[in-house]
């Protein structure tokens, strides 16, 4: 159980377009999804906390604007990252929450971004 | 301030050997505590969790970690280290100032199993 996925797992895009990637809980119903990025050897960097239905909530520095999410469902999070440069190539990694006072989060296996 | 941290960047052990990764933690009130293991490349796995209740802690892989409150640790344990518990672990802690329950992370600690 608690099972998270990532689409696409890596992708490769040139520098000014847009990336799409999809966080999905495939076997409960997440109330909060969380997106972070890892840069390589560092710890998980928080960018935003999404809650269904509602805007998500954005870390300290991260740009709203250039990485957008939309959490529209109980089992859909997505994260696009708007004209992406190279200094936005990284692991990104999402996580769902089962809900609860005891909250645990799992993660999905991470999409590795290279913008050109 | 609230803050965990796991002062070994890498520990290595001898395959069969027990091992230790330690975590320290600093926050206000009751700590909910999490450990997580990353493989090369991958997202994270959930190993286990204190949050009330007996100190030592059973989790996935044959790993324990026992939280020691006076001490403000929760360090992960295996009795026999096996090659393939080579991984990434991160240590974590509920941020209780955050409605979401977010957490606030340890650096990470790099066990290396040696055959």
Not at chain 1, 44 to 64: C, D, F, I, R
Not at chain 2, 14 to 24: D, I, M, S
Not at chain 2, 66 to 72: G, H
Request: hydrophobic share 35%; charged share 15%.
């Amino acid at each position: 159980g608690a099972v998270v996925s990532q689409h696409p797992s890596w992708v490769i895009c040139k520098s000014g377009t847009s990336v799409k990637i999809e966080c999905r809980s495939l076997d409960f119903q997440a109330t909060t999804m969380f997106w972070y990025r890892q840069f390589p050897k560092q710890s998980l960097m928080l960018m935003a906390t999404s809650n269904e239905g509602s805007k998500a909530t954005y870390e300290q520095g991260v740009e709203k604007d250039k990485f957008l999410i939309n959490h529209a469902s109980l089992t859909l999070s997505t994260l696009t990252v708007t004209s992406a440069h190279p200094e936005d190539s990284s692991f990104y990694i999402c996580s769902a929450g089962t809900g609860g006072g005891q909250e645990t989060q799992y993660f999905g296996p991470g999409t590795r971004l290279l913008v050109l | 301030a609230q803050s965990v941290a796991q002062p070994e960047d890498q520990v290595n052990v001898a395959e069969g050997n027990p091992l230790t990764v330690k975590c320290t933690y600093s926050v206000s009130g009751n700590p909910y505590l999490f450990w997580y293991v990353q493989y090369p490349n991958r997202g994270l796995q959930f190993l286990l969790k204190y949050i009330t209740g007996d100190n030592l802690v059973k989790g996935s892989y044959g790993f324990e970690a026992e939280f020691n409150k006076s001490q403000t640790s929760f360090h992960l344990k295996k009795p026999s280290a096996l090659v393939s518990d080579s991984a990434l672990y991160f240590c974590a802690v509920r941020d209780i100032r955050r409605s979401n329950y977010q957490l606030i992370w340890g650096a990470g600690t790099k066990l290396i199993i040696k055959p």
